[in-house]
């Protein structure tokens, strides 16, 4: 338990279907993140938020909406997603800083995408 | 950020310490060496992290060079379940301090074996 949850664990979606991913942290912390890793890949970073302000968008697509409506929870909105979308979408968060803590990120268990 | 170089695999046996190296020759002198690692299917877990001095916490310590030009992780004692993926990462606070940007990638498949 890393005090960082996401909902739901898994989720199976057509390419016309509208979803969103949740996630919710318990540690007080002011940034969160969205990452995607797909099969045999690392992950890459996706969005990230400071302070409910989105501060980096990694070229992610715009079928892909992010939302940070307070510094606990953050949300993910598909929509005619792709079937190469198709991956472990992870949330995490972190206090930011300029010591070497604030390197320290916490993730969740990861939303299983797979879109059909 | 400096890039870094790990083995891709490593076996090590259930209850001996599992060195995993990690060279980082381009660091420089505000980075540091952070580790993580993740087991099949969940999310990625901090480690331990350091800039100059060797590190310790309940999980694993952190030996870096004088130079800091490489790093190891140990597991003192290895079990079963320490089969991951362990990254290492280097990098530093983005302008304005706020976040460290952690760049994935491949890491060490570091297998534990009865």
């Known amino acids: 338990e890393t005090g960082v949850t996401q909902t739901p664990r898994h989720l199976v979606m057509g390419m016309t279907n509208k979803k969103s991913l949740k996630c919710e942290q318990h540690l007080g912390h002011n940034a969160m993140y969205w990452y995607k890793q797909s099969a045999k890949k690392p992950l890459e970073l996706m969005f990230v938020?400071?302070?409910?302000?989105?501060?980096e968008n990694n070229s992610v697509p715009s079928r892909f909406s992010p939302e940070c409506p307070n510094s606990s929870h953050l949300f993910l909105h598909l929509h005619t997603l792709q079937p190469e979308d198709s991956a472990l979408y992870l949330c995490a968060s972190s206090q930011p800083g300029t010591s070497g803590r604030a390197g320290e990120q916490y993730f969740g268990p990861g939303t299983r995408l797979t879109v059909t | 950020d400096a890039k870094t170089t790990q083995p891709t695999s490593m076996d090590c046996a259930e209850g001996r310490a599992a060195n995993l190296p990690c060279n980082h020759s381009t660091i420089s002198g505000n980075e540091y060496v952070y580790w993580y690692r993740q087991i099949h299917s969940q999310g990625p877990q901090y480690i331990i992290h350091?800039?100059?001095n060797n590190e310790t916490n309940e999980m694993a310590s952190l030996i870096i060079t004088e130079d800091r030009k490489s790093s190891t992780l140990i597991l003192p004692h290895a079990t079963l379940r320490d089969t991951a993926v362990y990254y290492c990462?280097?990098?530093?606070?983005?302008?304005?301090?706020?976040?460290?940007?952690?760049?994935f990638g491949k890491g060490t498949l570091l297998t534990v074996n009865p």
């Open positions: 350091g800039l100059k």
């Open positions: 990462i280097v990098t530093h606070p983005r302008s304005g301090g706020s976040n460290y940007k952690l760049t």
């Open positions: 938020y400071n302070f409910k302000e989105q501060t």
